[in-house]
């Protein structure tokens, strides 16, 4: 990270611990790092690393066991449900794997949803789900059912809708999961150019086609920070790789 970089997302000694009959299971130990606003980063990690965890946290969809979340200098550990939920609507898009959409709602009603959680006006939430889906390349199904889209496409709603709301974070969740490899590239294309208009973007994955796409790819194991990877940006001339230890 350089010295300019603002610092967007800071988690500092984050643990996660949940009990399992007597036994208590520590999902994240020990974790801190920070994410820079305009970093795109993969975090990686097999089954049972905390790769969920992690996002589960990052996206205030739980809270840590122990430690401090700060997002974009806000310590949001401190907040209530309520609270909570306000970040992830206004703050924080998310993107899953099975899309998650309402499926008698055409792709424009889809992507008003957190606009309408937001209570802005009729007129203006339209106009700005036409811009998100124009910015995914969609703008010419915005009248079509999810059932009368292809995977790629309904990906692609879920992505607008993520965006529409202009959020601090685009967090996404085994964006290619359900589909194939070149639908899936092209959603990692679209991924990238997002990245390049300066969006903050985290992906969680473990496919490392998917990961390479990414500046940054951060690898978990047993609920630690294994390495911090960063890769060469396109015509930087440096490469600035490097691996780091959960201490930062």
Not at 64 to 85: C, F, H, K, R
Not at 111 to 117: A, C, D, F, M, Q
Not at 120 to 137: D, H, I, K, N, Y
Not at 170 to 196: C, H, Q
Request: net charge neutral.
């Amino acid at each position: 990270m350089t010295a300019l970089a603002v610092v967007l997302i800071r988690l500092i000694n984050v643990w996660r611990c949940y009990k399992v009959g007597a036994e208590t299971v520590e999902a994240l130990r020990d974790v801190s790092l920070e994410i820079a606003k305009g970093e795109y980063v993969a975090i990686m990690g097999p089954s049972g690393s905390g790769k969920s965890t992690l996002m589960n946290v990052i996206g205030c969809l739980d809270t840590p066991t122990s430690g401090i979340y700060e997002l974009d200098g806000v310590n949001v550990t401190e907040m209530d449900d309520d609270q909570l939920a306000e970040v992830r609507n206004r703050r924080i898009g998310f993107v899953f794997q099975t899309f998650n959409l309402l499926p008698r709602a055409t792709a424009l009603r889809n992507v008003e949803l957190p606009l309408i959680y937001a209570g802005v006006p009729a007129g203006a939430r339209r106009e700005r789900a036409r811009r998100a889906l124009e910015q995914v390349g969609l703008s010419h199904r915005a009248r079509h059912l999810p059932n009368e889209m292809s995977g790629g496409e309904r990906q692609r709603v879920a992505i607008a809708r993520a965006l529409v709301n202009n959020p601090s974070i685009l967090l996404a969740d085994e964006p290619t999961g359900n589909l194939d490899s070149k639908t899936g590239s092209e959603i990692m294309a679209l991924f990238d150019r997002l990245a390049e208009q300066g969006n903050t973007i985290i992906v969680v994955t473990h496919e490392e086609d998917v990961a390479k796409h990414a500046r940054r790819i951060i690898r978990l194991r047993d609920g630690r920070i294994a390495a911090d990877e960063r890769r060469p940006v396109a015509g930087s001339g440096t490469v600035g790789s490097a691996a780091r230890s959960a201490a930062g």
